[in-house]
């Protein structure tokens, strides 16, 4: 089993910024891919970045050019998402996301992102 450990939502101004961490545990010689998604009040949750173990990034395409995710300098399963440009349409519930090679999922518990004035 994979554990993933999210923190660093909170409330922040419209054009504020955030980095979110996401740090996996456990069976970690099973992830493929780590990543992001996000649950807005009353919506599905959706895509907003994924990064293979190997490099490639897929980015959604409402947060190209304002989020960059990265990976921790000697944590290889511990990525960042550094969140730029925030508007109220970001507000959500992020959750941390990894996948092993054959497609089973790992949700981390989720942190909230407020962005108001």
């Known amino acids: 089993q994979v554990q993933l450990t999210s923190s660093g939502g909170g409330l922040v101004q419209p054009g504020g910024s955030l980095r979110l961490s996401c740090a996996a545990s456990?069976?970690?010689?099973?992830?493929?891919?780590m990543g992001w998604y996000r649950q807005a009040p009353g919506k599905r949750r959706e895509l907003v970045v994924t990064?293979?173990?190997?490099?490639?990034?897929?980015y959604a395409d409402f947060v190209k050019g304002r989020f960059t995710i990265s990976r921790g300098d000697n944590a290889e399963y511990t990525v960042y998402l550094q969140m730029n440009s925030l508007n109220s349409e970001d507000t959500a519930v992020y959750y941390c996301?990894?996948?092993?090679?054959?497609?089973?999922?790992?949700w981390g518990e989720g942190t909230l992102v407020t962005v108001a004035s």
């Open positions: 996301h990894a996948q092993s090679p054959y497609g089973v999922n790992f």
């Open positions: 456990g069976s970690v010689f099973n992830i493929a891919s």
């Open positions: 990064m293979s173990m190997g490099g490639p990034v897929h």
